[in-house]
């Protein structure tokens, strides 16, 4: 099955700074890549997800990458904002095979913003 | 819409016991997720359904874990008995259809002692 890495496991930045969280995949098949961001007592909130016919995808300061070759996708937070503070998850997907519905999810970035 | 509704929000009970879990996903959506979080393991998927036909089940740590999905509208994970190691928060998502946003529900926080 699909394996997904991410890296740091945690993240300070100071307000204003940005940050960059990493995930890697095996699975060649994924073709939906979303990032979830998980604030403390709730439950994992969709933030911006990317398909595999696209390279980059932003929404205000967030934005997202994925290298297909590399099996790499990435998540850039700019101008980060103490809110911003949470574990964020990224995933891999495909929806294609004996995997159909599997959401493969990353251990999850600990994302520190200090004022 | 209200969102994935899960009840009870904790729960705390005794090795032994009987539990269960309640979730009722975003109406329309064809697809009814449970996940277990624990720090040791992260995001497990457990069970999903669709169409309130389990899919994959694969992920179901143990035989004393089962979760039924009566209706479009209501689903339920029992663990019986229950252990220590069950300890977790368990989420409910759901999704329009596969490949799509799942949507979470604020989770069920469980503590067996």
């Known amino acids: 099955g699909e394996n997904v890495e991410q890296h740091p496991s945690t993240l300070s930045v100071q307000e204003g700074d940005s940050a960059v969280i990493k995930c890697t995949y095996s699975d060649s098949a994924s073709n939906y890549f979303p990032w979830y961001k998980q604030e403390l007592g709730k439950g994992p909130q969709l933030i911006i997800d990317?398909?595999?016919?696209?390279g980059e995808k932003k929404d205000q300061r967030i934005a997202v990458t994925l290298n297909k070759t590399a099996k790499h996708f990435s998540l850039h937070i700019t101008e980060t904002q103490p809110e911003d503070s949470a574990v964020y998850f990224c995933?891999?997907?495909?929806?294609?095979?004996?995997?159909?519905?599997?959401?493969?999810f990353g251990r999850g970035t600990q994302l520190t913003v200090w004022p | 819409d209200a969102g994935v509704i899960q009840s009870p929000r904790h729960e705390v009970t005794e090795m032994g016991q009987e539990v269960t879990l309640r979730c009722k996903p975003i109406?329309?959506?064809?697809?009814l997720f449970w996940y277990r979080q624990t720090m040791m393991r992260g995001l497990e998927l457990l069970i999903y359904f669709n169409n309130n036909v389990p899919i994959d089940d694969s992920g179901m740590p143990e035989d004393r874990f089962s979760a039924k999905m009566p209706n479009a509208s209501f689903s339920t994970l029992k663990i019986q008995p229950s252990e220590p190691r069950d300890s977790a928060v368990y989420f409910c998502a759901s999704s329009l259809r596969e490949g799509q946003e799942k949507f979470f529900g604020p989770g069920t926080r469980l503590t067996v002692l």
């Open positions: 109406s329309g959506h064809d697809y």
């Open positions: 990317i398909r595999s016919n696209v």
């Open positions: 995933a891999a997907i495909s929806d294609r095979g004996s995997t159909l519905g599997r959401l493969y």
